[in-house]
């Protein structure tokens, strides 16, 4: 930009020292690209409806956007008429769930994330060596109602350190723990430390529960949080990662930190005297939400993002057995 004489105009010291950080990565993980495909194709091979059994991911433009193509989203299976087609969202279901839908003759696809099933792997196992299981996670969720379904006599619910003293079990020396996959690394191994000593014999899963991408995206928060006076965190309010990452954010240092559900959302009173603008996404999250906040970053002055990258991601889902069966028998695999 220049004046009318041809001289370069200078920017407002508030303007020339204002930045914007992105995270990298953010935004969808390979569960939820895995089963957000699934629901595509199955409406592109079956046909609408297609039932979808809760949110296949928590986000509400995720879920708008695939009953606009015909999916059909339920919360319990008898609002799903008899033969029809379900998918079972990345979360992950009870074996009482699959029971009722054979009962009912439908046909299932299991969108549940990989590392979800591995959680509910270990739950059996633990179980089927008789140990009292701890399940770190919050109650409501339809990832923890999934695992406790797995052995539910033997799993009890822990929600932070304030519940380890009305822990009981059988046997102290015969206890392990698991959790849900999309919890705050940082807060969970709190609740860990809090239950172990209690019960030393505390016995660990034989990997992290806490999946990679939330993982990666509570470091790349913490990276791009340190020098922020605003954090916006892009998700829905039922994304526990969502949540969580607007806390690790102020753990780490921001001035501020806001979770929106889109551009729309935001309050343009939080821009007030800030500088350093910084932006990440859940991980149930497209991008183009990201984009909308950044272009209304944009028009407010905020100079391009620039991306912090902490981690590269390249891990790839193959869809479910029962619709790579049936896309390889239409021809389409």
Same mark, same amino acid.
């Given at each position: 930009?220049?004046?009318?004489?041809?001289?370069?105009?200078?920017?407002?010291?508030?303007? /020339?020292?204002?930045?914007?950080?992105?995270?990298?990565?953010?935004?969808?993980?390979?569960?939820?690209?895995?089963?957000?495909?699934?629901?595509?194709?199955? +409406?592109?091979?079956?046909?609408?409806?297609?039932?979808?059994?809760?949110?296949?991911?928590?986000?509400?433009?995720?879920?708008?956007?695939?009953?606009?193509?015909?999916?059909?989203?339920?919360?319990?299976? #008898?609002?799903?008429?008899?033969? /029809? @087609?379900?998918?079972?969202?990345?979360?992950?279901?009870?074996?009482?769930?699959?029971? #009722?839908?054979?009962?009912?003759?439908?046909?299932?696809?299991?969108?549940?994330?990989?590392?979800?099933?591995?959680?509910?792997?270990?739950?059996?196992?633990?179980?089927?060596?008789?140990?009292?299981? +701890?399940?770190?996670?919050?109650?409501?969720?339809?990832?923890?109602?999934?695992?406790?379904?797995?052995?539910?006599?033997?799993?009890?619910?822990?929600?932070?350190?304030?519940?380890?003293?009305? &822990?009981?079990?059988?046997?102290?020396?015969?206890? /392990?723990?698991?959790?849900?996959?999309?919890?705050?690394?940082?807060? @969970?191994?709190? @609740?860990?430390?809090? *239950?172990?000593?209690?019960?030393?014999?505390?016995?660990?899963?034989?990997?992290?529960?806490?999946?990679?991408?939330?993982?990666?995206?509570?470091?790349?928060?913490?990276? *791009?949080?340190?020098?922020?006076?605003?954090? &916006?965190?892009?998700?829905?309010?039922?994304?526990?990662?969502?949540?969580?990452?607007?806390?690790?954010?102020?753990?780490?240092?921001?001035?501020?930190?806001?979770?929106?559900?889109?551009?729309?959302?935001?309050?343009?009173?939080?821009?007030?005297?800030?500088?350093?603008?910084?932006?990440?996404?859940?991980?149930?999250?497209?991008?183009?939400?990201?984009?909308?906040? +950044?272009?209304?970053?944009?028009?407010?002055?905020?100079?391009?993002?620039?991306?912090?990258?902490?981690?590269?991601?390249?891990?790839?889902?193959?869809?479910?057995?029962?619709?790579?069966?049936?896309?390889?028998?239409?021809?389409?695999?």
């Amino acid at each position: 930009m220049t004046t009318d004489l041809g001289t370069p105009t200078v920017l407002p010291p508030d303007e /020339a020292e204002r930045a914007v950080l992105l995270a990298a990565p953010r935004g969808y993980c390979a569960g939820v690209d895995r089963a957000v495909v699934t629901v595509e194709k199955a +409406l592109d091979l079956y046909g609408s409806p297609v039932y979808v059994r809760k949110q296949i991911v928590h986000n509400k433009h995720v879920v708008a956007d695939l009953e606009a193509r015909g999916a059909v989203f339920v919360d319990e299976l #008898d609002e799903v008429p008899t033969g /029809a @087609t379900v998918v079972f969202s990345a979360h992950g279901v009870s074996p009482q769930v699959h029971s #009722d839908a054979a009962e009912r003759e439908l046909k299932t696809i299991d969108a549940t994330c990989p590392l979800v099933t591995k959680v509910h792997h270990e739950a059996r196992r633990f179980a089927d060596e008789d140990y009292d299981i +701890l399940l770190i996670g919050h109650e409501g969720h339809e990832e923890v109602e999934g695992t406790a379904g797995e052995a539910p006599e033997r799993i009890q619910l822990v929600q932070s350190p304030d519940d380890v003293a009305s &822990i009981q079990v059988r046997d102290p020396e015969r206890v /392990a723990w698991l959790s849900q996959t999309t919890l705050s690394v940082d807060e @969970t191994m709190e @609740t860990v430390a809090a *239950i172990r000593e209690r019960f030393p014999a505390l016995l660990d899963p034989p990997s992290d529960d806490i999946c990679y991408a939330t993982q990666n995206r509570q470091l790349a928060v913490k990276d *791009i949080a340190r020098d922020a006076d605003l954090l &916006i965190v892009v998700g829905s309010g039922n994304s526990s990662n969502s949540v969580r990452l607007v806390e690790v954010a102020l753990e780490a240092g921001a001035k501020a930190s806001y979770r929106v559900d889109d551009a729309s959302e935001i309050d343009e009173a939080w821009l007030d005297g800030v500088r350093t603008v910084s932006v990440t996404s859940g991980a149930s999250v497209p991008e183009n939400l990201v984009d909308g906040v +950044l272009d209304y970053l944009a028009e407010r002055g905020y100079p391009d993002a620039r991306a912090v990258l902490t981690a590269e991601e390249s891990l790839i889902f193959s869809l479910p057995k029962e619709l790579r069966r049936d896309l390889k028998a239409a021809g389409r695999s």
